[in-house]
């Protein structure tokens, strides 16, 4: 659906009933991305799940910012009447998770953190970025596509499933320059957040595909060793989008911890 949300098109999914939970989705991706974990949990919980700006049916802003992007949830939150929520965000919707987590704590019930790191972008990692900022500009989305396949999904997913590798290019594909471009801004000036993991105190999940390239198991342990009373699960045969490589692991996790937090 659509709402206007300080002044702004917001696209959102609000399904199910319970205690909410707010899914929040990668680069350069959309909200479709959670349909398999909204379709197994919306019948013991309220997903909420946005589209971030620029992306789907939400409206764009370049520059971006990572305490944009949680501002804005919290805004949404506030639109549906939600006082604090589970916030399950994947890559760089674990980036907008951390931000959330600075500026606005008492929203946030327990955090499930899929496929990221606490770390800001190395040196090597900034470059790419602004290679990915100037393929975007020169070649648009079917350029970024192209550039992000490989890290995108595991080994196994590519090799005994093409068809998820066909469905995530054409969402790459469909994201609009805007966004991408916001949002490489956003990661691109996005403060580490190392010094920010062990000050969580509400539960958390940790979830990482074995094969994800782009943020490897290793990055997971870092957090996991620095979060304190956290869990980690790794997810085998899974890359960076474990959560559509293996939706029922993922799904199982998910459901797992949810009934760890006693949601209603
Ligand atoms: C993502 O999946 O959100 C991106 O790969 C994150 C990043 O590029 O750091």
Redesign the pocket.
Known sequence: MIAWIGGRQTGFDDTGQGDPVVFVH??PLRRSIWVSQVDALSDRARCVVPDLRGFGESEAVDPCTMDRYADDVVELLDHLGIARAVVCGL??GGYVAFALWRRHPSRIRALALLGTRAGADSDAAAIRRRELLALAADRGSAGVADAMMPGMLGKSTRERNPGIADGIHALLESAEVPGISGALHA?LGRPDSTPTLGTITVPTVIVVGDEDV?TPVAESERMHAAIPGSRLEVISGAG?LANIERPAAVNHVLGEFFASLHLT
């Open positions: 990668g680069f890559s760089m990661m782009l960076h």
